[in-house]
Structures are given as C-alpha cells and as structure tokens.
C-alpha cells in the first residue's frame, strides 16, 4: 500500500510540474536564408576516413559568401592526409530555418565532389558553427563574419 501512495504521489507531483510549465515550441529566433548574408572566414579541421582504410586529416581555409537568397560560393585552400594544399572553388546552396540552424550543399571545383553541412549562426549572425554531415567524414569548421555588416567589405 505504501508503494501505490508513493508512486501516486510521485505521478501527482509530476503532473502538476507539467502542467504549471509553459507549452513547449520550436525556438523561432527569428532567422530565414535573407538573416545569412556576406562573406565569412572559414577553417575546416577533421578526418576522412576512405573505406577500410585508415583515417586521413584534411585541414582547410575558405573565404565563403552567403548572398541572403540562399545560394553559396567560396574559395580556397584544402590539404588531405598531409600532402599539400590544394585551391578549390565551390557553389551551392543553402537554407536557414527560424532557429537559426540550417544546412547547406556545395559542389566542389575541380573535383566535382559534393559536400552537405549542418550549421549553427551563433554570435549575433557573425559565426557559424558548421558539422559537415557526409558518410566517412568526421569535419567541423568555425566561419566567422570577415568583415562588420556594416563595413565596406560587405
């Protein structure tokens, strides 16, 4: 008997703590593809792990611009497994959801490679916190608002 008052007592609490809290929504912070806009520094570090091969570092630094209608392009430099730093170029595009996490997917240039990132605008929409999400790839890269909006850069 004891038991049954326990765990009512228990339910009973519980429910009113639910009850008396706020309803649960998505976070709308207020963000769309227009909130992602300018060109942002970017440095990629991680690994790619090739099929049944041993994991290779890649380490990369791009200058990416997100034109605020959701489309992407970038340039710059990736180095994978040590064996020297190559230029690429990218396009794609991207879609930011209204708590400011988004996704987007680029073609690299020459290779032709595709890549998908999920990211994060943190730092009142100077910062990015990207994952990139493709099977055998363990990347995560930091891009930061190159110049103020405000600033002639833009």
């Known amino acids: 008997m004891k038991h049954t008052a326990k765990t009512f007592t228990v339910a009973a609490l519980a429910a009113l703590a639910i009850s008396g809290a706020p309803a649960a929504k998505a976070d709308d912070r207020g963000c769309s593809t227009a909130s992602l806009q300018g060109t942002f520094a970017d440095k990629d570090t991680g690994f790619i792990y090739p099929a049944a091969n041993a994991p290779v570092p890649f380490a990369g630094v791009n ?10 392009k970038g340039a710059g430099f ?14 794609g595009t991207y879609k930011v959801n209204p708590d400011c996490t988004g996704t987007y997917s680029i073609t690299l240039s020459p290779s032709g490679t595709q890549a998908h990132a999920f990211f994060v605008i943190d730092h009142s929409l100077n910062e990015l916190q990207i994952v990139i999400t493709d099977p055998g790839t363990v990347i995560d890269c930091i891009a930061r608002r190159q110049f103020a909006a405000d600033d002639w850069g833009q």
């Open 78 to 91: 990736a180095s994978v497994g040590g064996g020297g730093a190559q230029h690429q170029t990218y396009t």
């Open 63 to 72: 200058l990416e611009t997100f034109d605020g209608n959701g489309n992407i």
